[in-house]
């Protein structure tokens, strides 16, 4: 550790520091996000497609953050609410589509990590139409993300 200073390790940890700070300022967040997002086994849609199909009857949009995050945000105009986190979520959303394991389903998160995850569970547990929305709400590299597009939420559950 001869060349090792104290200077030298104050001086390479602030240029760590700033290097990560300007990576994040210039969208690095988007990229950390989709370091995470794991392959999905079904479809994806844009918000804003997802946001047509739902207004016209053709598919079932399930947003499943945490009732804080619903609150903070609103949630997509006419998506069903249902915590990921609930131990019969499976169950839930099958009686949401009255058993149709067929029904096109599209799921949707902050950031699309989680609803990535999901999608994929959800493709196990024999559902066929899980569709993700990987921009989720608030943006990934995917896309904007539902509220930066301006579409439409709903405070109410």
């Given at each position: 550790m001869a060349g090792?200073?104290?200077?030298?390790?104050?001086?390479?940890?602030?240029?760590?520091?700033?290097?990560?700070?300007?990576?994040?300022?210039?969208?690095?967040?988007?990229?950390?996000?989709?370091?995470?997002?794991?392959?999905?086994?079904?479809?994806?849609?844009?918000?804003?497609?997802?946001?047509?199909?739902?207004?016209?009857?053709?598919?079932?949009?399930?947003?499943?953050?945490?009732?804080?995050?619903?609150?903070?945000?609103?949630?997509?105009?006419?998506?069903?609410?249902?915590?990921?986190?609930?131990?019969?979520?499976?169950?839930?959303?099958?009686?949401?589509?009255?058993?149709?394991?067929?029904?096109?389903?599209?799921?949707?998160?902050?950031?699309?990590v989680r609803s990535?995850?999901?999608?994929?569970?959800?493709?196990?547990?024999?559902?066929?139409?899980?569709?993700?929305?990987?921009?989720?709400?608030?943006?990934?590299?995917?896309?904007?993300?539902?509220?930066?597009?301006?579409?439409?939420?709903?405070?109410?559950?």
């Amino acid at each position: 550790m001869a060349g090792l200073t104290r200077r030298g390790l104050i001086l390479g940890g602030a240029a760590l520091v700033a290097g990560t700070g300007l990576a994040w300022s210039l969208g690095g967040q988007m990229l950390f996000y989709d370091a995470l997002r794991p392959e999905i086994s079904g479809g994806t849609l844009n918000a804003a497609d997802a946001h047509r199909l739902v207004s016209a009857g053709a598919l079932t949009l399930v947003d499943i953050r945490r009732p804080d995050e619903w609150s903070a945000t609103g949630s997509p105009e006419g998506a069903i609410r249902l915590d990921m986190r609930r131990a019969d979520f499976i169950e839930a959303l099958a009686d949401h589509v009255s058993g149709a394991r067929g029904a096109p389903i599209a799921v949707i998160c902050a950031r699309g990590v989680r609803s990535a995850r999901l999608s994929n569970r959800l493709t196990e547990a024999g559902f066929t139409g899980i569709i993700d929305i990987p921009e989720g709400m608030l943006g990934t590299s995917a896309g904007p993300g539902w509220l930066a597009r301006g579409l439409p939420v709903s405070q109410d559950g």
